[in-house]
């Protein structure tokens, strides 16, 4: 019986919905975001040319259920979950004397698919806040990425691993030549 009581709360917990909400409509943090299946880290990533001095890094994680679901149909489920954390970068720190490692969290973005709210949306955290507000439909993200999204309006061709995946599914997009 302790067994089955015991794979029932794990199976719960591993079948939870990624995404909760405030009572105002906010994005709830998860807390355990950096335990979620990583995906790719970008430096410097820039989308109007013009490069830094420092450039920022962008981890990007996704909810294990919502991956396991990609690795199956090529397409990202209902209640998607995909945390954007863009950490400030440093250079010449302790004995490295070139190249750049990730330091203080500047930012938090999420992208969530979630059909009760009608469909995907873009939540920003700010200065640290464990709750995000939805960006305005008319925020530039939106419309980028319903152009440049090699798959669900999410940029899988920044996602090595996932790659292979969307495109022998079927549901690959070239983008951005």
């Not at 700010?126 to 993200?141: E, L, R, S, V, Y």
Request: charged content about 20%.
């Amino acid at each position: 019986m302790r067994k089955s009581i015991i794979f029932t709360l794990c199976w719960l917990a591993s079948t939870a919905v990624a995404q909760q909400y405030t009572k105002e409509d906010e994005l709830v943090l998860p807390p355990d975001y950096r335990e979620w299946i990583f995906l790719s880290s970008g430096i410097g990533m820039t989308y109007s040319g013009s490069a830094s001095q420092n450039p920022a890094f962008e981890n990007v994680f996704v909810n294990p259920e919502a991956y396991r679901q990609f690795l199956k149909t090529g397409t990202w489920p209902d209640h998607t979950v995909m945390l954007l954390e863009i950490r400030l970068s440093e250079s010449r720190v302790s004995i490295n004397k070139d190249g750049r490692v990730q330091t203080t969290v500047r930012a938090i973005e999420a992208h969530v698919k979630d059909s009760a709210r009608g469909g995907w949306a873009f939540y920003g955290f700010q200065n640290g806040a464990d709750k995000g507000k939805i960006f305005p439909k008319t925020a530039d993200c939106y419309s980028c990425h319903q152009q440049n999204g090699a798959t669900d309006t999410t940029f899988v061709q920044f996602y090595p691993t996932l790659i292979e995946t969307s495109k022998n599914k079927g549901t690959y997009k070239e983008t951005g030549h």
